[in-house]
């Protein structure tokens, strides 16, 4: 059971550049969240999607989009990558939005020069 | 500012011996929760508790919520090397849904 899959592991951009992370869950879970966690702190929330169709902002959205492709899929897209969002991404999921336990993926180490 | 805020920053113990971390926060909470983080991956669940409950237990770790202190403690019992990472407390607000509010973190070192 894979459980939360991030993909890719690593990545290096250039300032400028734009790509998608991806995200899948195997759960049937209804609600996914992407956070950033920069050294030594903890997450910072960046959108999340209570359930297939809906997207929300978090705590640091700007500079972000996110698309929920279906229940299973979650992806998070830099359009114009910055030096300021070097960071790790984690992509997790819940069974509902709120009272549960969130499930993480290994993240996607960013590195923006 | 962060919602949870814990303490302290690291926490280094050996074998055998117990581990306290703890939690503050600073609005009404709907549930507070307890991740673990080894290095290099993602948060794994440890426990999560309501705001009417004041303990709970999981093998080793014990979870308690003062709300009325607005704060948390996490205990591991009988640390073991295995037990070595950073662990984060998550809390749930009424208001806000879906947006978890992470503190910093505590590192543990458990020495072997």
């Known amino acids: ?113 | 500012s962060q919602q949870g805020e814990e303490d302290p920053q690291a926490l280094s113990i050996q074998e055998g011996e117990n581990a306290t971390m703890n939690c503050s926060y600073k609005t009404s909470i709907n549930n507070l929760q307890w991740y673990r983080q080894n290095s290099g991956r993602g948060l794994v669940h440890l426990i999560l508790i309501r705001s009417n409950e004041r303990e709970k237990h999981s093998g080793r770790l014990r979870v308690t919520l003062d709300t009325s202190k607005k704060s948390s403690s996490l205990l591991i019992t009988a640390s073991r090397a295995a037990d070595t990472a950073s662990y984060f407390c998550a809390t749930d607000r009424n208001t806000n849904a879906g947006k978890s509010t992470f503190g910093d973190g505590t590192t543990l070192t458990v020495k072997p």
Not at chain 1, 18 to 24: G, H, N, R, V
């Open chain 1, 1 to 113: 059971n894979a459980g939360v899959t991030q993909t890719p592991k690593f990545q290096v951009l250039k300032t400028g550049q734009s790509m998608t992370l991806q995200c899948a869950q195997d759960m049937n879970h209804n609600s996914m969240y992407w956070y950033r966690q920069d050294p030594g702190m903890g997450l910072r929330l960046i959108y999340y999607s209570a359930s297939e169709g809906t997207t929300d902002k978090g705590e640091v959205p700007n500079g972000y989009n996110v698309s929920r492709l279906n229940k299973r899929e979650f992806s998070l897209r830099l359009e114009s990558a910055a030096p300021s969002q070097t960071s790790v991404y984690f992509c997790a999921s819940s069974e509902v939005i709120s009272n549960q336990p969130q499930h993480f993926g290994d993240g996607t180490r960013l590195s923006i020069l």
